[in-house]
């Protein structure tokens, strides 16, 4: 096992920089995430570690050896990728032995580390089909297990679970978090899916635009999000994210009102713009009868959307644009149908507030993370 460390890499397409200084590094034994929107340069992280493509500046080290000029052969990871890429004219043993035998492993020692990967897998009585005869599940447990098999210094794996189906990915997903406690090899892992991210992950990368946006533990950065796209991206569902300015202290959002934190009172001046966000979950519903307090909304329902255990609910702020929709949580109990007038309350701590021109986060200040 190895750790992974990029030190300042850079790679430019056509005269465009498609990734601008990739600093991270992955320690040994860790499963680290590389998570964000498509054509963010996740998967050409991966293949710039595998040897797949060239790095334009920086530095790639596989533990303390440099291998930006390693061929991908001699680099020793392992990538598993989102089609498998499994040898269909050869069984299940055959692909799962493919790796030691291009490195000459011993025959006898080459059947013994098959058959235990197998057993490890739960595929050993699949040795001697062929691909075309395994379901999704089976085969992405055979592309897996034969990265293992090799023992490499590190596994790279490109979105390996989005061809499966809901159920047999959540399930795939335990056991890939199980296999990896077991094995403990060096893991970068790359995913749209922000779930996969946030229950997969040691430490999440989020990246955007070629640019890494923050690297964090996955509930640090839920809750802590450094700017508006990772607080807008890291959730489920996902933050609500409305156009706000600031007025003698208070927050409006048109003819709505929220008490601003106290500790931006000083640091917003008058008209200023800014992103109030709010997650659905902190949105509680209340009687609609006046009084109503400082910190609530008044919405349409304009959607709802059963969810079995709750229910997901659209909204639209009286008054407002439908670009200013905004979803909640409500209990089952709670009937909600099209059309009902609603309010709802929040407290003014579950707020997050992002400046309107950079979209970094001032609220909660980042001086406190």
């Not at 920089?17 to 680290?32: R, S």
């Not at 023992?151 to 047999?168: G, I, T, V």
């Not at 700017?227 to 807008?232: I, L």
Request: glycine letters at 6%; charged letters at 20%.
């Amino acid at each position: 096992m190895a750790s992974i460390r990029l030190a300042q890499i850079a790679r430019k397409i056509d005269n465009a920089f498609i990734l601008k200084d990739i600093t991270f590094m992955v320690p040994d034994g860790a499963f680290w995430v590389l998570v964000g929107p498509s054509g963010c340069g996740k998967s050409t992280i991966l293949r710039m570690i595998a040897g797949l493509e060239s790095v334009t500046s920086g530095e790639i080290y596989l533990g303390d050896r440099p291998i930006n000029q390693v061929p991908a052969r001699q680099r020793d990871v392992a990538m598993v990728f989102q089609n498998y890429a499994l040898y269909p004219h050869m069984t299940v043993a055959e692909n799962l032995a493919f790796g030691l035998r291009m490195r000459q492993v011993d025959p006898v020692r080459r059947q013994a580390r098959v058959t235990a990967v197998a057993q490890q897998l739960g595929i050993e009585h699949l040795l001697n089909r062929k691909p075309s005869q395994l379901s999704g599940g089976q085969q992405q447990r055979v592309a897996l297990g034969r990265a293992i098999a090799r023992q490499p210094q590190a596994f790279l794996l490109d979105e390996p679970l989005s061809n499966l189906d809901a159920q047999l990915r959540e399930q795939t997903r335990a056991e890939l978090k199980q296999l990896h406690q077991q094995v403990g090899i060096t893991t970068l892992y790359v995913t749209h899916d922000q779930t996969e991210a946030m229950t997969l992950a040691d430490q999440i990368v989020v990246l955007h635009q070629g640019e890494v946006q923050q690297i964090g533990e996955p509930q640090a950065i839920y809750q802590r999000p450094a700017n508006r796209m990772v607080a807008s991206f890291l959730g489920n569902p996902a933050m609500n994210l409305l156009a706000a300015r600031y007025h003698a202290g208070k927050l409006m959002i048109g003819d709505h009102v929220l008490p601003c934190p106290v500790s931006l009172e000083g640091v917003l001046h008058a008209d200023q713009a800014v992103e109030v966000g709010i997650r659905p979950e902190a949105l509680h519903l209340r009687p609609i009868e006046p009084p109503l307090p400082d910190a609530c909304l008044q919405v349409v329902c304009e959607v709802v959307e059963p969810l079995g255990r709750e229910t997901l609910v659209r909204a639209v702020l009286l008054g407002q644009e439908r670009s200013t929709a905004l979803y909640f949580l409500a209990a089952v109990a709670q009937r909600i149908t099209v059309g009902d007038r609603l309010a709802l309350s929040l407290d003014r701590n579950d707020l997050f507030v992002f400046d309107g021109t950079t979209g970094l986060r001032l609220y909660p200040p980042l001086e406190t993370d």
